[in-house]
């Protein structure tokens, strides 16, 4: 994933745009598009990271390594800031894994999983928030916003449901149950879309 985000800088400066790519779990930025060749300004691994979701300002979210860097940004709607949480979380999911766990230790582990749970469920109250709104619109639900949020939803369900399972995992690992916990989910998304389709048919009748 790629785009435009802004990136406080310090107080003289305050917030800059800058150019920025999520990519084999590396997240770097650029001072702009154009000069993505010359070499990045910065990076840092979302395996490390804190994501913590600002619960006031819609747009912006910080990357946190504990002791050491704090990376605040903002993108340009809330919109674009869900889409590169959704992928800065599945990107940080799919880094971490049983192994980790043996190299900073369980409890380490699974309190990242924890803290990466946390988000999601910030970020899941906002999502059924806005499939609400768009399906209660006065003049009629507004179906490009619906298909939007019910993606994003989606999303973050999917990332939600792989880190229940990696805690699953990292639980197994250190009770010794060599059987993984795998979670059986339902499409909930695409079960209450068409339930909402449905709803609407009947009203229109």
């Not at 059986?184 to 609407?200: E, F, G």
Request: with cysteine.
């Amino acid at each position: 994933m790629e785009g435009i985000l802004w990136k406080w800088t310090n107080y003289w400066n305050g917030w800059q745009t800058r150019w920025f790519v999520l990519e084999n779990g590396i997240l770097s930025y650029y001072k702009s598009q154009d000069e993505a060749s010359q070499g990045c300004k910065g990076s840092v691994k979302v395996s490390v990271c804190q994501i913590n979701v600002n619960n006031i300002d819609n747009t912006r979210m910080d990357l946190v390594i504990p002791g050491q860097q704090h990376m605040y940004l903002r993108a340009p709607s809330p919109q674009d800031r869900q889409k590169w949480l959704v992928a800065l979380g599945s990107a940080k999911a799919c880094l971490e894994s049983i192994v980790d766990s043996k190299v900073i230790g369980f409890e380490d582990s699974l309190s990242d999983k924890k803290s990466e749970l946390h988000l999601y469920c910030d970020l899941l109250m906002q999502q059924v928030h806005a499939v609400k709104s768009a399906a209660s619109q006065e003049t009629g639900p507004d179906m490009e916003m619906l298909d939007e949020a019910s993606s994003l939803l989606k999303s973050t369900c999917d990332t939600f449901i792989r880190t229940l399972e990696d805690i699953m995992k990292y639980t197994t690992t250190a009770t010794g149950n060599i059987t993984p916990f795998e979670i059986p989910v339902p499409n909930i998304c695409k079960n209450t879309k068409t339930n909402l389709n449905r709803s609407l048919s009947q009203e229109n009748r």
